[in-house]
Protein backbone atom coordinates (compact mmCIF):
# COMPACT_ATOMS: atom_id res chain seq x y z
CA UNK A 1 0.00 0.00 0.00
CA UNK A 2 1.39 3.48 -1.23
CA UNK A 3 0.01 6.87 -0.55
CA UNK A 4 0.07 9.08 -3.37
CA UNK A 5 -1.47 12.63 -2.24
CA UNK A 6 -5.30 11.72 -1.67
CA UNK A 7 -5.08 8.61 -3.72
CA UNK A 8 -3.60 5.00 -1.97
CA UNK A 9 -2.27 2.82 -4.25
CA UNK A 10 -2.68 -1.27 -3.28
CA UNK A 11 -0.98 -4.02 -5.19
CA UNK A 12 -2.04 -7.56 -4.09
CA UNK A 13 0.32 -9.62 -6.49
CA UNK A 14 1.85 -9.92 -9.70
CA UNK A 15 -0.57 -10.86 -11.85
CA UNK A 16 -3.35 -8.33 -10.45
CA UNK A 17 -3.54 -5.15 -11.49
CA UNK A 18 -2.65 -1.59 -9.34
CA UNK A 19 -5.81 -0.77 -7.71
CA UNK A 20 -6.19 2.84 -6.85
CA UNK A 21 -8.39 4.08 -4.15
CA UNK A 22 -9.76 7.95 -4.32
CA UNK A 23 -12.27 8.34 -1.76
CA UNK A 24 -15.46 6.32 -2.96
CA UNK A 25 -14.12 5.39 -5.82
CA UNK A 26 -12.04 2.62 -6.86
CA UNK A 27 -9.78 2.62 -10.38
CA UNK A 28 -9.71 -1.61 -11.21
CA UNK A 29 -9.72 -3.94 -8.91
CA UNK A 30 -7.16 -6.69 -9.55
CA UNK A 31 -8.41 -10.26 -10.21
CA UNK A 32 -10.40 -10.80 -6.74
CA UNK A 33 -8.40 -13.91 -6.42
CA UNK A 34 -6.33 -11.84 -2.79
CA UNK A 35 -9.62 -10.88 -1.65
CA UNK A 36 -8.72 -11.53 1.84
CA UNK A 37 -5.75 -9.76 1.31
CA UNK A 38 -7.56 -6.88 -0.12
CA UNK A 39 -9.87 -6.91 2.90
CA UNK A 40 -7.19 -6.89 5.08
CA UNK A 41 -5.86 -3.43 3.28
CA UNK A 42 -9.26 -1.37 3.77
CA UNK A 43 -9.99 -2.66 7.26
CA UNK A 44 -6.42 -1.19 7.80
CA UNK A 45 -7.48 2.32 5.66
CA UNK A 46 -10.73 1.63 8.03
CA UNK A 47 -12.61 1.72 5.37
CA UNK A 48 -15.89 -0.07 4.36
CA UNK A 49 -15.14 -2.10 0.97
CA UNK A 50 -19.17 -1.95 1.06
CA UNK A 51 -18.97 1.83 1.43
CA UNK A 52 -17.22 2.22 -2.43
CA UNK A 53 -19.30 3.84 -4.65
CA UNK A 54 -18.08 3.94 -7.92
CA UNK A 55 -15.32 1.45 -9.71
CA UNK A 56 -14.15 2.24 -12.97
CA UNK A 57 -11.90 0.01 -15.18
CA UNK A 58 -9.50 1.38 -17.31
CA UNK A 59 -9.90 -1.21 -20.06
CA UNK A 60 -11.89 -4.94 -19.84
CA UNK A 61 -8.99 -7.84 -18.97
CA UNK A 62 -9.48 -9.83 -16.24
CA UNK A 63 -6.47 -8.51 -14.18
CA UNK A 64 -8.44 -5.34 -13.88
CA UNK A 65 -12.23 -6.94 -13.93
CA UNK A 66 -12.27 -9.89 -11.67
CA UNK A 67 -12.38 -8.18 -8.94
CA UNK A 68 -14.85 -5.61 -9.13
CA UNK A 69 -17.85 -7.93 -7.86
CA UNK A 70 -16.28 -7.38 -4.42
CA UNK A 71 -17.36 -3.70 -4.07
CA UNK A 72 -21.57 -4.82 -3.37
CA UNK A 73 -22.75 -1.23 -4.12
CA UNK A 74 -19.99 0.31 -6.56
CA UNK A 75 -21.67 1.48 -9.51
CA UNK A 76 -19.38 -0.06 -12.37
CA UNK A 77 -18.03 2.57 -15.05
CA UNK A 78 -15.93 1.42 -18.48
CA UNK A 79 -15.60 2.31 -21.94
CA UNK A 80 -17.89 1.64 -24.92
CA UNK A 81 -15.68 -0.76 -26.65
CA UNK A 82 -15.47 -2.66 -23.42
CA UNK A 83 -17.87 -2.90 -22.31
CA UNK A 84 -19.65 -5.72 -24.04
CA UNK A 85 -16.15 -7.63 -22.00
CA UNK A 86 -17.99 -7.63 -18.93
CA UNK A 87 -21.64 -7.63 -20.10
CA UNK A 88 -21.38 -11.26 -21.95
CA UNK A 89 -18.16 -12.30 -19.06
CA UNK A 90 -16.37 -12.23 -22.54
CA UNK A 91 -13.17 -15.39 -21.91
CA UNK A 92 -11.45 -13.72 -24.78
CA UNK A 93 -11.68 -10.66 -24.94
CA UNK A 94 -10.91 -10.48 -20.94
CA UNK A 95 -8.29 -13.10 -21.19
CA UNK A 96 -9.75 -15.07 -18.20
CA UNK A 97 -8.50 -18.54 -19.12
CA UNK A 98 -5.07 -17.37 -18.85
CA UNK A 99 -5.68 -16.35 -15.34
CA UNK A 100 -7.65 -19.44 -14.94
CA UNK A 101 -10.27 -17.31 -13.27
CA UNK A 102 -14.08 -17.04 -13.50
CA UNK A 103 -15.85 -14.21 -15.28
CA UNK A 104 -19.63 -13.95 -14.73
CA UNK A 105 -21.37 -11.76 -16.90
CA UNK A 106 -22.76 -8.30 -15.47
CA UNK A 107 -24.09 -5.04 -17.32
CA UNK A 108 -21.94 -2.12 -16.51
CA UNK A 109 -23.79 0.55 -14.56
CA UNK A 110 -22.15 3.43 -17.00
CA UNK A 111 -20.72 3.43 -20.37
CA UNK A 112 -18.04 5.46 -20.98
CA UNK A 113 -17.11 7.95 -23.72
CA UNK A 114 -13.71 10.32 -25.15
CA UNK A 115 -14.11 13.35 -23.43
CA UNK A 116 -16.59 12.09 -20.37
CA UNK A 117 -15.77 13.78 -16.86
CA UNK A 118 -15.67 11.67 -13.73
CA UNK A 119 -15.59 13.45 -10.38
CA UNK A 120 -14.45 11.51 -7.57
CA UNK A 121 -13.39 12.70 -4.38
CA UNK A 122 -10.71 15.39 -4.85
CA UNK A 123 -9.96 14.53 -8.41
CA UNK A 124 -10.82 15.65 -11.50
CA UNK A 125 -11.10 13.14 -14.11
CA UNK A 126 -11.32 13.59 -17.98
CA UNK A 127 -11.81 9.94 -20.19
CA UNK A 128 -8.98 9.91 -22.78
CA UNK A 129 -9.80 7.01 -25.28
CA UNK A 130 -6.41 5.33 -25.74
CA UNK A 131 -7.65 2.10 -27.55
CA UNK A 132 -4.46 -0.52 -28.79
CA UNK A 133 -3.89 -2.61 -25.46
CA UNK A 134 -7.35 -3.43 -25.86
CA UNK A 135 -10.31 -1.74 -28.16
CA UNK A 136 -11.85 0.19 -24.92
CA UNK A 137 -8.75 1.23 -23.05
CA UNK A 138 -8.60 4.65 -21.38
CA UNK A 139 -6.56 6.73 -19.59
CA UNK A 140 -7.87 9.17 -16.72
CA UNK A 141 -6.32 12.34 -17.16
CA UNK A 142 -6.60 14.85 -13.62
CA UNK A 143 -5.24 18.31 -15.73
CA UNK A 144 -5.25 19.95 -12.56
CA UNK A 145 -3.08 18.25 -10.46
CA UNK A 146 -1.22 16.85 -13.53
CA UNK A 147 -1.81 13.42 -12.97
CA UNK A 148 -2.49 10.34 -15.31
CA UNK A 149 -4.10 7.06 -14.98
CA UNK A 150 -3.01 4.95 -17.87
CA UNK A 151 -4.02 1.31 -17.17
CA UNK A 152 -2.33 -0.99 -19.18
CA UNK A 153 -1.73 1.56 -22.05
CA UNK A 154 1.83 2.85 -20.74
CA UNK A 155 3.85 2.03 -17.73
CA UNK A 156 6.98 3.32 -15.83
CA UNK A 157 8.91 1.28 -18.62
CA UNK A 158 7.48 0.37 -21.12
CA UNK A 159 4.18 0.44 -23.51
CA UNK A 160 1.49 -1.96 -23.59
CA UNK A 161 1.35 -5.22 -25.20
CA UNK A 162 -0.73 -5.48 -28.44
CA UNK A 163 -1.02 -9.29 -29.03
CA UNK A 164 -3.66 -9.98 -27.10
CA UNK A 165 -6.84 -10.13 -28.69
CA UNK A 166 -8.50 -6.77 -29.56
CA UNK A 167 -4.81 -5.86 -29.48
CA UNK A 168 -4.26 -3.46 -32.28
CA UNK A 169 0.06 -1.92 -32.67
CA UNK A 170 -1.46 1.38 -34.68
CA UNK A 171 -3.92 2.43 -32.62
CA UNK A 172 -1.62 2.41 -29.78
CA UNK A 173 0.76 4.18 -31.65
CA UNK A 174 -1.87 7.59 -32.39
CA UNK A 175 -2.96 6.70 -28.90
CA UNK A 176 0.74 7.58 -27.09
CA UNK A 177 0.94 10.32 -29.21
CA UNK A 178 -1.72 11.69 -27.76
CA UNK A 179 -0.54 11.01 -24.35
CA UNK A 180 2.94 12.85 -25.24
CA UNK A 181 1.05 16.09 -25.94
CA UNK A 182 -0.58 16.35 -22.43
CA UNK A 183 1.27 18.06 -19.13
CA UNK A 184 1.67 15.48 -16.81
CA UNK A 185 3.31 15.28 -13.08
CA UNK A 186 3.00 11.69 -12.39
CA UNK A 187 1.69 8.61 -13.82
CA UNK A 188 -0.40 5.83 -11.71
CA UNK A 189 -0.18 2.53 -14.53
CA UNK A 190 -2.08 -0.62 -13.96
CA UNK A 191 0.79 -2.29 -13.27
CA UNK A 192 4.54 -1.87 -11.93
CA UNK A 193 5.85 1.26 -9.55
CA UNK A 194 4.68 4.68 -10.62
CA UNK A 195 5.47 7.58 -11.37
CA UNK A 196 5.79 10.22 -9.24
CA UNK A 197 7.83 13.34 -11.11
CA UNK A 198 8.65 14.42 -14.49
CA UNK A 199 5.97 12.09 -15.77
CA UNK A 200 5.92 13.82 -19.14
CA UNK A 201 9.66 13.46 -19.33
CA UNK A 202 9.06 9.30 -18.77
CA UNK A 203 6.29 9.55 -21.07
CA UNK A 204 8.54 10.67 -23.77
CA UNK A 205 11.56 7.92 -23.07
CA UNK A 206 9.26 5.05 -23.07
CA UNK A 207 7.61 6.22 -26.14
CA UNK A 208 10.53 7.11 -28.59
CA UNK A 209 11.85 3.58 -26.97
ZN1 LIG B 1 -4.60 -5.44 -19.85
Known sequence: MKRI???????????????YLAGDTVIDCGTGFNFTRLRDIFNALKIEMK????????????????????FLNAKVAIHEADAKVLEKGDRKL???D???????PK????ILKEGDKLSPDKLDLEVIHTPGHSPGSICLYDKKRRILFTGDTVFSDGVG???????DP?????????????DVEKILPGHGE????????????????
Open 5 to 19: GDIVLIQLSDIDSNI
Open 51 to 70: DVKHVINTHGHFDHIGGNGY
Open 94 to 96: SNV
Open 98 to 104: FFDGNLH
Open 107 to 110: KPDR
Open 161 to 167: RTDLPGG
Open 170 to 182: QALEKSLQRLLKL
Open 194 to 209: PVLKNAKKTLETVVKG
